[in-house]
């Protein structure tokens, strides 16, 4: 598990503080080039969608929600459904 955002550094380490720690790397995309490759630049053109994507270990895309609601819990059966299909 990998989060990408167009925040700073300093911001996902109070953010990750914040929560107590995450046991998972945050990347800064401060010149959006993620963004614009997984096409969710938000509209305004100066930050990210967020946006949810499972990759296979051969990079192939195996889930995309480009209009992700943590609070929405019908979308996190879709990720488990998608990880539990790797093999």
């Known amino acids: 598990m990998v989060a990408i ?3 700073d550094i300093d911001s996902h380490c109070k953010f990750a503080e914040s929560l107590g720690g995450l046991s998972f790397p945050h990347l800064s995309d401060g010149e959006l080039k ?3 490759l997984y096409n969710v630049v938000n509209d305004r053109g100066n930050g990210c969608r967020r946006s949810l994507f499972v990759v296979d270990r051969d990079g192939v895309l195996r889930h995309v929600n480009r209009a992700y ?3 929405e819990e019908a979308q996190y059966q879709a990720v488990l459904d998608a990880l539990a299909a790797i093999k």
């Open 5 to 7: 955002s167009n925040d």
């Open 69 to 71: 609601q943590a609070s």
């Open 34 to 36: 993620a963004a614009q």
